[in-house]
């Protein structure tokens, strides 16, 4: 619905009394706003126009509306109506006051009934979602929220896709979600079921919640990624035998073989229910932090990718006796870095095979050093969709042939796309 800038007497489009800013990311701020037609106290989600346009995002707003008009569940944040002016974007959308399930596990992690009634609350939103052919893509603790009476809710369906975003192959194709909560396939850059990343993305949720640290973690993103991949992780003696059978299943990096929601909620820890007429309190819900969490929890601020996060371990080079590969980060798209490849590869006689998503590139020497050819593997794994993070390293050949080309011509070569921390880090020293 089209409207005009009307913010007269701080009233928007006659109808929304505008009040104090709620918060604000990198695209939009949320007020706290009233409906003076029937009193109700909404979120006014407000998005600029021309910052969405400049960064390519407004298929994503789109999408997010679409699919918000969709899905009405009591565990969904429920949008309300959307309105537009020549300069912005307003989402009149359901206000939650309890906050973000996050700030709670940051206190420590949770008591197996609490845990238990925020997952099946989590379940039957994604259910209901599922049913209805959307995909949420970006479950975390920090999309969900609570309301006044501790109910859980959903939001944030920016990275959300439907049906209609199915190739021929019945597959989606786009590398998104949070590193530590996306599922192995994703990572892989194959074709995933929607369905299925997301009841990986709600079993590490669960993890989360029963231990207050994630299942999948380590200083280097590429390293985090290979357990993923693997499925590598163990669960803390404090869960119960049922919580960890059912996380097994969810946590399978084979989606083919991976845990269905229907199954999920016939498994016998899913179907146990909580006392009745039993309210929590905080101190009731958290089992307190007791260091082990703290220094676990700085993962979540790795993942979160907040302006001024340090990649310093992926710029750091490995012990002397194992230089045989280095890493870096870029915000050029995956093509870009295959193509400064394949000129370094032209320009000092390598031949050069890659894959056909352009995650892998090979680079063969034509002539023979002390060891055989020197072949060299770059490896291109997306953090985010905009956020690149790639391995090279040796594959065959002498090592010090391979840190001498490394020097004196693949590192100079790559310079202007490698990304700088806000430390100032970029390739290894």
């Given at each position: ?80 109506e959307v309105m537009a002016s020549k ?145 590598d992780f163990k669960c803390p003696p ?192």
């Amino acid at each position: 619905m089209a409207a005009s800038d009307d913010k007269n007497n701080g009233v928007l489009h006659s109808k929304y009394e505008l009040g104090r800013q709620l918060g604000h990311g990198t695209f939009a701020k949320v007020y706290h706003a009233k409906n003076l037609h029937t009193g109700t106290n909404v979120a006014m989600k407000v998005v600029g126009k021309e910052k969405v346009i400049k960064v390519g995002m407004t298929d994503q707003i789109k999408r997010e509306i679409s699919v918000m008009k969709m899905v009405k569940h009591p565990n969904i944040v429920e949008l309300y109506e959307v309105m537009a002016s020549k300069s912005k974007i307003y989402f009149a959308m359901e206000l939650v006051r309890g906050g973000e399930l996050f700030s709670k596990i940051a206190k420590g992690r949770l008591r197996e009934e609490v845990a238990r009634s925020y997952f099946q609350q989590l379940i039957s939103a994604v259910d209901f979602c599922h049913s209805r052919g959307v995909y949420h893509r970006d479950l975390k603790p920090e999309n969900l929220l609570l309301d006044d009476e501790g109910n859980l809710k959903v939001t944030d369906f920016g990275l959300s896709a439907f049906c209609d975003h199915l190739r021929q192959d019945g597959l989606l194709h786009t590398t998104c979600g949070t590193p530590a909560y996306v599922a192995p396939e994703i990572i892989g850059k194959k074709g995933y079921d929607g369905a299925k990343a997301d009841i990986w993305s709600c079993g590490v949720i669960l993890y989360v919640l029963l231990a207050g640290f994630l299942p999948f973690q380590d200083e280097n993103i590429v390293a985090m990624y290979r357990k993923i991949y693997r499925g590598d992780f163990k669960c803390p003696p404090w869960f119960s035998s049922d919580a960890r059978r059912l996380i097994t299943k969810m946590l399978d990096p084979n989606p083919s073989t991976r845990i269905t929601i229907s199954k999920i909620m016939e498994s016998p820890w899913f179907k146990k229910s909580a006392p009745k007429n039993t309210k929590f309190s905080i101190e009731d819900e958290v089992i307190q932090s007791k260091g082990l969490e703290a220094k676990s929890l700085n993962a979540f601020h790795i993942i979160s990718l907040s302006e001024g996060f340090d990649l310093s371990p992926l710029f750091e080079e490995k012990k002397r006796e194992q230089k045989e590969e280095m890493r870096f980060a870029t915000t050029e798209p995956a093509t870009a870095v295959v193509s400064k490849l394949e000129e370094v590869a032209k320009s000092s006689k390598f031949s050069v095979r890659k894959s056909g998503d352009e995650s892998s590139v090979r680079l063969q020497g034509r002539e023979n050093g002390r060891k055989g050819k020197l072949g060299i593997a770059a490896e291109i794994f997306a953090v985010t969709p905009s956020f690149l993070v790639v391995e090279v390293k040796k594959s065959s050949g002498d090592t010090l042939e391979y840190n001498q080309f490394c020097s004196k011509e693949l590192r100079p070569a790559l310079r202007d796309i490698v990304w700088r921390s806000a430390a100032g880090h970029s390739f290894p020293a």
